[in-house]
């Protein structure tokens, strides 16, 4: 079982920055691919970034390649999205995600751990 725990939302003026964190309990931690996902009002959950348990994969969508980068640090058993260049299109509430099974795709179904969300609001 792994509990999550994100952190770090608010609201920022476009073009500003805003970092992520998730703590994760558990000792199986080092083991799972962590991602995040977003879902705006009205909207589905759509896919952000992965990692893959070592820390040596990631993934993006294409709406923030170059933005965002995802990292983790194990020691701390937290993994992190770090955004830059923020757009008021990248307003949602911020999920992070464990993937037991380590793949680290895009797919929420591929997840079987969630935190409760962090908000995040990009004004214009």
């Known amino acids: 079982q792994v509990q999550l725990v994100e952190s770090g939302g608010g609201l920022v003026q476009a073009g500003g920055s805003l970092r992520l964190s998730c703590a994760a309990s558990?000792?199986?931690?080092?083991?799972?691919?962590m991602g995040w996902f977003r879902q705006a009002p009205g909207k589905e959950r759509l896919f952000v970034a992965s990692?893959?348990?070592?820390?040596?994969?990631?993934n993006y969508a294409d709406s923030v390649k170059g933005r965002f980068t995802i990292s983790r640090d194990n020691t701390k058993n937290t993994v992190y999205l770090q955004m830059n260049s923020l757009k008021p299109e990248d307003t949602a509430v911020y999920y992070c995600?464990?993937?037991?099974?380590?793949?680290?795709?895009?797919?929420?179904?591929?997840?079987?751990?969630w935190g409760q969300g962090t908000q995040v609001t990009v004004s214009s």
């Open positions: 995600a464990a993937d037991p099974r380590g793949h680290g795709f895009g797919y929420p179904y591929e997840y079987d751990y």
């Open positions: 990692i893959t348990w070592s820390g040596g994969s990631t």
């Open positions: 558990g000792r199986t931690f080092n083991s799972y691919a």
